[in-house]
């Protein structure tokens, strides 16, 4: 229940803490770090629930990929078809921007399924060795970037 004040929607630091399940001190340090958004309303520091979630980083296991991997993300059919997409020759994914001096390919093999359902075929590659050729400025904004998990509707 909101305090007396702080509005509808609107929290203090202690009531941040509660939500996110960390220390007031910690709420604290995120702020001076620049990684927690903050309104100061007078004297008054408050927080907004949607700006809250956003700290929370979802790291998503090996399973969990494997299995979101093997649905048709269109029509959610549960059985994905394996196959080629054909041009003259295999395709492949290069990065616009790879390291400097890379001591292999900077071409990766995609792999492709397809939705006997739907029709819908999705491509992915070696997240792996993807990351190895990024540069590092592409390494920093992908480890923060926004993985869209606040953006689902009902």
């Not at 229940?1 to 910690?26: F, I, K, N």
């Not at 993300?73 to 078809?81: D, E, I, N, T």
């Not at 590659?125 to 926004?146: C, G, I, K, N």
């Amino acid at each position: 229940m909101a305090e007396v004040g702080t509005g509808e929607g609107w929290l203090t630091v202690r009531q941040a803490a509660g939500y996110l399940g960390v220390s007031e001190p910690t709420i604290f340090r995120w702020m001076r770090e620049g990684t927690l958004s903050y309104f100061k309303l007078g004297g008054a520091t408050r927080f907004r629930r949607e700006n809250l979630d956003m700290v929370a980083r979802k790291v998503t296991s090996a399973k969990e990929g494997e299995h979101h991997a093997a649905r048709c993300p269109v029509c959610g059919h549960g059985f994905l078809l394996a196959g080629q997409v054909r041009s003259t020759g295999r395709l492949y994914f290069q990065p616009e921007h790879t390291k400097f001096l890379v001591m292999r390919d900077s071409m990766i093999r995609l792999h492709a399924m397809a939705c006997p359902a739907c029709g819908h075929v999705q491509m992915f590659t070696d997240a792996e060795q993807l990351a190895r050729l990024m540069t590092s400025e592409d390494a920093l904004l992908s480890e923060h970037a926004d993985d869209g998990a606040g953006e689902e509707t009902a």
